[in-house]
């Protein structure tokens, strides 16, 4: 495994070449393949003020890093097989370690065009909150520094009934999910033996996305929640999450917009609230964040170049993270993507006491 990233960097640099054109491409096949390879490196300069900084007891960390995402889905008549796999290899100043996981593998029946079932590992994605997701109860947390990656779904049963409408409402559809956690199965999911049921209910009415959601637990207490989502006018949208633990002072809101400016200017900012703060393992585990990304297309007309800045901010501690980063598109979907991040704060805050005080990242995707 210790040459994989070699291997992936040269399968990456390999497709560079000028485009093919597939005549199969236009063929109705039973199959659909995609995903996409990526190489990264990381020089990462540590903070002394950390608590873990004896952990490494030295000034700075090189990494090395590959992955692979491979999504293949294949259909016959009513069935569909869906699947994603990741392969990951790392090189952290010459310590090795390596994952394989099956992040998504479910089968997919459908009865007639408005029912259906999906029976096996699946990550639903619930929520319209970009960095966040209070409502994504069946989701593991997105990654604060690439809320896009894909996430390892857990095992379940969904069935879900979708019908369209003319008027103003246009859509209505129903899902019910049923998902139980214990030593053998989904036990990263929750440290207790229990059965998970949720509900969600989804409106299109007058242009706006809605959903509804009841989660009953067996062994602790039920919640609910919803989210929406608009767009006020074509470049302007707004949504919203809510989450609540019924019976309980426990509840999380998050508010957002994206707007997309005449001279392609894309901001996307949020803020989110919750009322008990979190395990600090996880990410966004204080009271409140406010975070925005600002993405600026072709700038200086730079041709398949974007430069781009996100900052997330506790308003807790007045800690930050400030991300400084740059895109290339190459021939045959190749990206690029360099970027500066810095944590900030005082001793003793979140982003003050990280490990990592800044990272130059550099990332290069072949997408298929």
């Known amino acids: 495994m210790k040459p994989l990233h070699v291997i992936l960097f040269a399968a990456v640099l390999g497709n560079a070449g000028d485009y093919d054109f597939d005549l199969d491409a236009i063929e109705v096949k039973p199959y659909t393949l995609s995903g996409y390879l990526k190489g990264e490196n990381k020089l990462q300069r540590l903070n002394e003020d950390s608590p873990l900084f004896h952990t490494k007891n030295k000034e700075s960390m090189k990494t090395y890093a590959s992955e692979g995402d491979v999504k ?20 952290v100043d010459g310590e090795y370690s390596d994952a394989y996981t099956i992040a998504q593998l479910f089968v997919q029946y459908k009865f007639d065009q408005n029912n259906l079932i999906e029976v096996g590992k699946k990550a639903p994605k619930w929520g319209k909150g970009y960095f966040v997701n209070p409502i994504a109860f069946f989701d593991r947390k997105k990654d604060p520094n690439d809320p896009d990656a894909s996430r390892e779904g857990y095992v379940m049963a969904n069935y879900r009934y979708n019908k369209s409408y003319d008027g103003d409402v246009r859509n209505v559809s129903f899902d019910l999910i049923v998902m139980q956690s214990n030593d053998h199965m989904n036990s990263d999911f929750s440290q207790k033996k229990e059965n998970n049921v949720g509900f969600k209910a989804y409106f299109l009415a007058y242009d706006t996305d809605i959903d509804l959601i009841y989660y009953h637990r067996s062994e602790q207490s039920d919640k609910i929640g919803l989210d929406f989502s608009k767009n006020l006018q074509t470049n302007i949208e707004v949504h919203g999450e809510f989450a609540k633990t019924l019976g309980a002072d426990d509840y999380a809101y998050l508010v957002g917009l994206k707007y997309l400016t005449e001279f392609e200017l894309s901001i996307t900012s949020e803020y989110f609230y919750q009322k008990n703060q979190s395990s600090k393992s996880e990410p966004f585990y204080d009271h409140q964040y406010f975070m925005n990304k600002f993405s600026q297309k072709e700038p200086f007309d730079w041709l398949y170049g974007s430069l781009y800045y996100k900052n997330i901010y506790n308003l807790e501690d007045k800690s930050m993270q400030n991300s400084f980063g740059a895109t290339y598109s190459f ?9 500066y991040n810095m944590n900030d704060g005082q001793i003793g805050s979140e982003y003050g006491s990280k490990l990592v005080q800044d990272t130059l990242w550099t990332k290069l995707y072949w997408y298929f």
Do not use: G, P, R, T
Request: proline share 0%.
């Open 331 to 339: 021939k045959n979907n190749m990206l690029l993507d360099i970027s």
């Open 72 to 91: 293949f889905a294949y259909f016959q008549d009513a069935l569909k097989l869906d699947s994603e796999v990741m392969v990951n290899y790392n090189d």
